[in-house]
Nanobody, 125 residues
Framework: QVQLVESGGGSVQAGDSLRLSCAVS????????MGWFRQAPGKEREFVCA????????NCADSVQGRFTISRDNAKNTVYLQMNSLKPEDTAVYYC??????????????????WGQGTQVTVSS
């Protein structure tokens, strides 16, 4: 059974940083494309960042470009989201997601088969 467990969320002030982690078990992590998504109250789940299985290719949404970075450690079966210069509009529940296979990064919700339970990030002004 595939499990994704996020951690690292919290309440911070605008301009602060947070690092989210997502630990994956139950599948070969090193061959799994991964992504981070977020969902604010009353809004649809949206793409944040994604990374290929190798870690050599990644991409982030325009709204977080230059502030957020995705990375992975295949030896630890963990993907990270480093969030700097946080803004109130970054407030949301953040989810990590795993895709069954693929050679690139993927930005669509329906491309991912496995999801974590989510971790809350709240940024106050």
């Amino acid at each position: 059974q595939v499990q994704l467990v996020e951690s690292g969320g919290g309440s911070v002030q605008a301009g602060d940083s947070l690092r989210l982690s997502c630990a994956v078990s139950g599948r070969t992590f090193s061959s799994t494309p991964m992504g981070w998504f977020r969902q604010a109250p009353g809004k649809e789940r949206e793409f944040v960042c994604a990374i290929s299985w190798s870690g050599y290719s990644s991409n982030c949404a325009d709204s977080v470009q230059g502030r957020f970075t995705i990375s992975r450690d295949n030896a630890k079966n963990t993907v990270y989201l480093q969030m700097n210069s946080l803004k109130p509009e970054d407030t949301a529940v953040y989810y990590c997601a795993a895709k069954n296979y693929g050679s690139s990064w993927y930005s669509e919700v329906n491309e991912y088969q496995y999801w974590g339970q989510g971790t809350q990030v709240t940024v106050s002004s």
